[in-house]
């Protein structure tokens, strides 16, 4: 568990986590999977693409940059491709027209090699900025997957909980100042919040690096403020979505960590003006001190157009300078 | 006399591993304004012969068009009525599903059938029953955001009487079997007397149709047996995610009639014959032969097409030993 070592008064720029491909990653994932590309060629392109985007991030002056993921399809399947013990299965649907192919555990989960740390030290060295360490969380890979070969859920958990810490480890032996464990499935079931908090348990006791958690689409009324003993420095949340009705809970049970406060919609093509994204942060800091902030999306970008995530970005940026100008 | 087989409601859109996902395609194409309607109502139409042919084909013998429309059971209602409009997303129950949120901002009002052109083009391509489902008016309440009426029981009664409509047109276009999705029922039990009356108004211009109240997702033990006084002619209970449900079918009258979820519509683990076999048996006995429908715990499209493909195989294949 550690705390913050940057420059300035707080409200800290950052991502959550995935941002858009490019045309040309697109297509060459298209090609590589009709066999028509070598895996080296694509990768050459998934770091051009990410060196793009941690330039991109660096020119708007962003605290905490992210390596944007482009090389990653699915947050759960990235991760199920490369650990023994789940397949990768057929395609379901998660929402309006969009799929993902959800794993399959078919025996015990373990770990034959690092599999985020390469992309990681790669982002790292193309930038002063630290780069986050971006993680699934155990809980959410079980959620996220079937299950024929666990008598329970928990088993699966925490045998995952030990791989991803394991990768966790890894992350900040080769430097990570930041590791994100997502866990968008927490808020999922309120009777399993303690496996979620025992889960991640296991991942972060290990280890030094401010950690963070991503949370979200869930029912907050309930999970709030149990979430609070999820054991992560940060918890990062959605509140353009939910139109800040989240703040409504804080005015009872005062949040208590370092909040990574979403404030742009990921699933909506308009743009928010930067005076409305200015009012949101505002709003928030009756609640919590800028130094404990951290100003980002709602979520992962990756399902925008490159432009409508740049500027989205820049339009967060600006909110920020503005709301600090005024502290 | 065998047990009838039927399903919940959604099927799989995309296709068999290696098949062209032709309504992802046309979605995708729409957006851009690449396509027209009318490409999308080819490739609605088209998904729904495929999945009717496949529930018949496993031997089911109540089918529904799988849904293929329908992101999720409300918004297609919601953005058809007076009185919504669609909001932001939020997760279904517990599932790795989210849905776009109805928020009424008006007075709720009839504008014409939803589902009737759509039931009426399954029913003209299926050799067995189609089923008709709408959402039932609790959980309609429940799944949406109320900003207008600032009362539940306002709200839920308004919702019911235009799925009242909704229900008697279905019946007008030939359906003989209407299922009423109620799954938010089970964790609202203070709104079971409120259920009743909107329920009562929702089938009570019903004359021929039979109607199915479904639940899912959980067991019915905070309602108990409540639940059979609810007016419809069969009771839908999941006993995958809600094993405690036996219990609560203790409580039921004699004579109910039952359409049990027996296989696992969200995991892809195939369930064993014998144990399958063993589950319809015991329900069998309980209720007995003849009221006894089977089923998905929910609707299938939590799983991959090949995947749902052999569990109604499965489904089909004991259910019809069980009977014989």
Not at chain 1, 245 to 263: M, N, Q, R, S
Not at chain 1, 274 to 297: H, N, S, Y
Not at chain 2, 146 to 154: A, M, R
Not at chain 2, 190 to 202: C, F, G, N, P, T
């Amino acid at each position: 568990m550690g705390n913050v070592d940057l420059e300035g008064p707080g409200l800290w720029t950052t991502s959550v986590g995935s941002l858009p491909k490019p045309s040309y990653i697109t297509q060459a994932r298209g090609r590589r999977a009709r066999g028509e590309i070598d895996r080296d060629e694509l990768r050459e392109l998934e770091r051009r693409a990410t060196k793009e985007w941690i330039e991109f991030q660096d020119s708007i002056g962003t605290d905490v940059v992210v390596d944007g993921e482009i090389y990653r399809g699915d947050m759960v399947a990235y991760f199920a491709e490369e650990l023994p013990g789940l397949e990768i299965g057929g395609l379901v649907r998660s929402y309006g027209n969009r799929y993902y192919r959800k794993p399959i555990a078919t025996g015990p989960i373990g770990r034959e090699h690092p599999i985020t740390v390469e992309w990681w030290k790669y982002a790292q060295s193309l930038t002063e900025a630290p780069v986050k360490g971006m993680l699934t969380g155990p809980y959410t890979i079980c959620d996220w997957s079937f299950n024929e070969h666990y008598a329970t859920r928990r088993d699966f958990v925490l045998d995952l909980a030990r791989v991803i810490r394991d990768e966790a480890v890894d992350l900040e032996r080769a430097g990570a100042k930041f590791i994100q464990i997502d866990e968008p499935a927490a808020s999922t079931r309120m009777d399993e919040l303690d496996l979620v908090i025992e889960a991640m348990g296991i991942v972060t006791e290990p280890l030094s690096a401010h950690t963070i958690t991503h949370i979200c689409y869930g029912d907050f009324h309930h999970a709030y403020p149990k979430m609070l003993d999820i054991p992560v420095d940060q918890i990062d949340l959605e509140f353009a979505n939910s139109e800040y009705g989240l703040l409504d809970e804080f005015a009872e049970h005062p949040f208590t960590k370092y909040i990574g406060l979403g404030v742009v919609d990921v699933h909506s093509h308009e743009i928010e003006p930067v005076e409305a994204i200015a009012e949101g942060i505002r709003r928030t800091l009756k609640f919590i001190l800028p130094e404990r902030m951290f100003v980002d999306p709602d979520c992962g970008l990756k399902t925008r157009t490159g432009e409508e995530a740049r500027t989205k970005l820049t339009n967060i940026k600006q909110a920020v300078d503005i709301v600090r100008s005024e502290l | 006399m065998s047990v009838q087989t039927t399903v919940i409601g959604s099927y799989p859109k995309p296709p068999p591993e290696g098949g062209t996902f032709v309504l992802r395609k046309t979605l995708h194409a729409l957006e851009r304004d690449d396509t027209t309607p009318d490409d999308l109502k080819a490739a609605h139409e088209e998904l729904t012969r495929e999945v009717i042919a496949e529930q018949e084909g496993a031997g089911i013998d109540v089918v529904t068009d799988g849904a293929v429309r329908w992101d999720d059971i409300v918004t297609p209602f919601a953005r058809h009525m007076a009185g919504f409009e669609v909001g932001g997303l939020l997760r279904f129950f517990d599932n790795n599903v989210y849905y776009r949120r109805p928020v009424c901002t008006g007075p709720v009002e009839w504008r014409g059938p939803a589902t009737v052109e759509e039931f009426k083009f399954a029913q003209s391509v299926a050799t067995v029953p189609v089923k008709a489902v709408i959402p039932g008016p609790v959980t309609f309440a429940h799944l949406s955001i109320d900003e207008f009426y600032n009362d539940h029981v306002k709200f839920v009664m308004a919702l019911a009487s235009v799925l009242a409509q909704e229900a008697f047109e279905l019946q007008a276009a030939g359906a003989t079997v209407i299922q009423i999705d109620e799954p938010a029922l089970l964790g609202a039990p203070e709104d079971i007397d409120l259920a009743r009356r909107a329920i009562k108004l929702v089938v009570g211009e019903l004359t021929t149709a039979e109607t199915i109240l479904t639940t899912y997702f959980g067991d019915a033990k905070r309602l108990g047996g409540e639940i059979f006084s609810l007016p419809v002619h069969i009771y839908g209970l999941d006993f995958v995610s809600g094993p405690e449900n036996r219990e609560v079918l203790k409580l039921a009258p004699q004579g109910t009639r039952l359409q049990a979820g027996v296989v696992d519509a969200r995991n892809t683990m195939l369930e064993p014959v014998d144990d399958l076999a063993a589950t319809i048996g015991s329900l069998a006995e309980t209720v007995g032969l003849e009221n006894l429908w089977v089923a998905p715990s929910a609707g299938l499209e939590f799983l991959p097409r090949e995947k749902a493909q052999s569990k109604l195989q499965r489904l089909a294949q004991v259910a019809k030993k069980v009977g014989a």
